[in-house]
C-alpha cells in the first residue's frame, strides 16, 4: 500500500475521534462529588440548569420571553410514573421544570 492512502486512512480516523470526544464527556461537564452533580449551561439564549442526589433528578430551563424554548407552548403540568421513579412536569411560556424522585427500595 503507498503512502497516500495511508495517510488520508490516518486523517480521517483522528479527525473521527476528535470529533467523538467533546460528545462521549459531555456528561461530565458539572462538579461531580459521590452521588452528587450539577450542572449549568446555555442553550441558544436558555438558562439549563441540572442537578442530581441519589435518587432525585431536577431540571430548570429558563428562556427569556419563551424564545427558544423547545416545549409545548401553554401553562401546563403533569405528573407520571416512569421506571418506579415519579416524574412532575411544570411548564410556563418562559420556564420549564422537571422533577424525578425514585424510591430505593433495594
Not at 23 to 40: F, I, L, M, P, T
Not at 43 to 71: F, H, L, M, Q, T
Not at 88 to 102: F, H, L, M, S, T
Request: aromatic letters at 10%; one cysteine or more; charged letters at 45%.
Amino acid at each position: 500500500m503507498s503512502v497516500r492512502p495511508m495517510l488520508g486512512m490516518w486523517v480521517v480516523a483522528a479527525m473521527g475521534s476528535v470529533m467523538l470526544t467533546p460528545a462521549s464527556a459531555d456528561h461530565w461537564r458539572g462538579g461531580r462529588e459521590g452521588g452528587e452533580w450539577k450542572d449549568e449551561y446555555r442553550d441558544g439564549p436558555c438558562k439549563v440548569k441540572i442537578e442530581s442526589k441519589d435518587d432525585e433528578y431536577k431540571e430548570e430551563i429558563k428562556c427569556p420571553n419563551g424564545r427558544g424554548a423547545s416545549w409545548r407552548r401553554g401553562e401546563w403540568k403533569d405528573e407520571f410514573w416512569e421506571r418506579g421513579c415519579k416524574v412532575k412536569i411544570e411548564a410556563k411560556r418562559d420556564e420549564y421544570k422537571k422533577e424525578v424522585k425514585c424510591d430505593d427500595d433495594d
